[in-house]
């Protein structure tokens, strides 16, 4: 797949207000074994919500281990937060900064919910006894779980538990935020609830988002960064990204016929993406499902949409016969 960037890599980061990148990474690769899962990533991240979508499997769990210190580069440069990873003592002041919420924590279960945070907050330092308590007190407010706070981890919900994980990551409200599908198993208001605490510490933070949930992108993100097979394949706005949609998306009636990708809506009509000059899907005067063919009509992009034509549609998905 060729690359489709709004921009480089590095060239839309906010600076931070000392001027340099939060984070910078230049020909990143990272291996395990003889899998490649980054394969030479350019990046450079200040200040805001920058949301990293791909496939599975596509680098971006990798990515942002490799910016919490938790994986180091097979190759390649990163600086994060001005310091050097590789270095001992640079790696343990980017921890003490960073706020990290793996995908799938897991928590000590006989922990509280209070005791964890707390345990959270002393390995990051923070401050003494009392200041430290009442940080951890303001977490659990932050996440709705203050009235849980006696709770032990393992009679906690699913999402709750996920919230936790969340508010463990803000302690200390920290310089660099990356979270990794943050919102799985959240209800709609703490998803809600979710995007406020994070575009409250994104006026200051970067904060990275690795999701599925191209509804948190929309409404979160001012970048967005598509992996694909551990390249960066886009970078640029949420707007950016669906205008190059604009033209390829379609609704019909009836089925366009084998060898599009489409899908069955729930109110019964298809909707169709088409790529210009693939000589696949439908156009607008020719083709099966074409004016000629009745009920084809023009419809506004979504991002989904534009992220399905990005990194799906000039590929065999069979959405067509999986939606049938
Ligand atoms: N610990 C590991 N050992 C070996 N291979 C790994 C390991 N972790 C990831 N990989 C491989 O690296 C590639 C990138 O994986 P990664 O987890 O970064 O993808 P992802 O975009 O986060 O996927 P998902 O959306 O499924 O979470 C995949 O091919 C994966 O199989």
């Not at 060239?11 to 291996?31: D, E, N, Q, T, Y």
């Not at 899962?37 to 680098?59: E, F, H, K, Q, S």
């Not at 009920?295 to 992220?307: I, N, Q, R, S």
Request: proline share 6%; glycine share 14%.
């Amino acid at each position: 797949m060729s690359a489709e960037t709004a921009g480089t890599g590095t060239g839309g980061a906010a600076p931070s207000p000392s001027g340099a990148p939060s984070v910078r990474i230049r020909g990143l690769v990272r291996r395990y074994g003889a899998r490649t899962a980054l394969d030479g990533v350019d990046l450079d991240l200040g200040p805001g919500v920058t949301g990293l979508l791909g496939r599975n499997g596509a680098g971006k769990t990798t990515l942002l281990r490799c910016l919490a210190t938790d994986l180091e580069a097979t190759r390649g440069e990163v600086s994060v937060l001005g310091r050097n990873p590789e270095r001992a003592a640079e790696r343990t002041e980017i921890r003490r900064r960073l706020g990290y919420l793996p995908q799938n924590p897991e928590f000590y279960p006989y922990f509280t919910a209070f005791g964890l945070l707390d345990y959270m907050a002393v390995l990051k330092e923070l401050g003494g006894r009392r200041a430290r308590h009442e940080e951890v007190r303001r977490g659990l407010r932050r996440v709705g779980l203050y009235d849980r706070r006696h709770s032990r981890v393992r009679r906690l919900s699913g999402g709750m538990r996920q919230r936790l994980g969340l508010a463990a990551a803000l302690l200390g409200d920290p310089e660099l935020l990356l979270l990794d599908e943050p919102t799985i198993g959240l209800d709609p208001e703490q998803r809600i609830r979710f995007r406020g605490l994070v575009s409250e510490l994104a006026v200051h933070s970067t904060v990275v988002l690795s999701t599925h949930q191209i509804e948190d992108v929309a409404a979160l993100c001012q970048r967005v960064l598509c992996l694909d097979g551990g390249r960066i394949i886009f970078d640029g706005t949420p707007g950016q990204l669906v205008d190059r949609a604009r033209g390829h998306v379609w609704e019909r009636s009836g089925h366009p016929g084998e060898g599009h990708t489409a899908w069955r809506l729930a109110d019964g009509r298809y909707r169709v993406l088409t790529v210009a000059g693939s000589g696949r899907g439908p156009s607008p005067a020719g083709a099966p499902g074409g004016s000629g063919d009745g009920g084809l009509v023009p419809v506004e992009p979504t991002l989904e949409d534009a992220y399905l034509l990005l990194t799906g549609v000039d590929r065999d998905l069979g959405l067509e016969q999986c939606a049938r």
